[in-house]
């Protein structure tokens, strides 16, 4: 049984920065594509970034482009989200998930419905 186990988060000020980790067992986290989403509160899910199964190429909401990063240790079954010069509207809970499947096109990692399993979820909130 894959699980998806998150870190990270919290309380931070504008202007800061914070890392998610998310730990993945019971699976082949090496064939895994990670992605990473976020839901603020009465808006839909949606996509921040994603991260091929051998971390060659990565890709980012317009709205995180050039503050977040996403990353990956294979060796360690951990993905990331560093997460810099945060701003109140990126306040949410975040998720990290996976996705068995290989796509060719970029944009298919978007899709929350793509992804096979999902973390518990972790709170950021971003005070003014």
């Known amino acids: 049984q894959v699980q998806l186990v998150q870190s990270g988060g919290g309380l931070v000020q504008a202007g800061g920065s914070l890392r998610l980790s998310c730990v993945v067992s019971g699976g082949n986290f090496r064939s895994y594509a990670m992605g990473w989403f976020r839901q603020a509160p009465g808006k839909e899910r949606e996509f921040v970034a994603s991260?091929?199964?051998?971390?060659?190429?990565?890709d980012y909401a317009d709205s995180v482009k050039g503050r977040f990063t996403v990353s990956r240790d294979n060796a360690k079954n951990t993905a990331y989200l560093q997460m810099n010069s945060l701003k109140p509207q990126d306040t949410a809970v975040y998720y990290c998930?996976?996705?068995?499947?290989?796509?060719?096109?970029?944009?298919?990692?978007?899709?929350?419905?793509?992804?096979?399993?999902w973390g518990q979820g972790t709170q950021v909130t971003v005070s003014s």
């Open positions: 998930a996976a996705d068995k499947k290989f796509h060719t096109t970029e944009s298919t990692y978007y899709n929350l419905n793509e992804y096979d399993f």
């Open positions: 991260i091929i199964y051998n971390g060659l190429n990565s």
